[in-house]
């Protein structure tokens, strides 16, 4: 099985940064895409940023040059920083990845496609 486990998320004044963090962890063979969505109150949940296993980036308009997606794939984290926050990024973030991970039942690789628990960031003064 894999696991997808946030962290970072808090309160943040406007204009302000915060970092998310997000680690797979499990019997992982590989990772393609891994990205960050939201989902603010009474919305539904929106892609915000993703990069593939090459490393290219892809970015929700309203982020791009204040968001920044990396990943280290040594270590299967990907990480969102946030700068010059606004009140309208304030969500629930979630991470995603989808890949292929070793099944010990089944002795073979499997794919994968799993969500983070989400990690809640406001942005208010």
């Known amino acids: 099985q894999v696991q997808l486990v946030e962290s970072g998320g808090g309160l943040v004044q406007p204009g302000g940064s915060l970092r998310l963090s997000c680690t797979a962890s499990?019997?992982?063979?590989?990772?393609?895409?891994m990205d960050w969505y939201r989902q603010a109150p009474g919305k539904q949940r929106e892609l915000v940023a993703t990069?593939?296993?090459?490393?290219?980036?892809n970015y929700k308009d309203s982020a791009k040059g204040r968001f920044t997606i990396s990943r280290d794939n040594a270590n299967n984290t990907v990480s969102l920083q946030m700068n010059g926050l606004k009140p309208e990024d304030t969500a629930v973030y979630y991470c995603?990845?989808?890949?292929?991970?070793?099944?010990?039942?089944?002795?073979?690789?499997?794919?994968?496609?799993?969500w983070g628990q989400g990690t809640l960031v406001t942005v208010s003064s």
């Open positions: 499990g019997y992982i063979t590989s990772i393609n895409a």
């Open positions: 995603h990845a989808v890949g292929q991970y070793y099944s010990d039942e089944y002795d073979e690789n499997r794919n994968f496609e799993n």
């Open positions: 990069v593939s296993g090459g490393g290219t980036t």
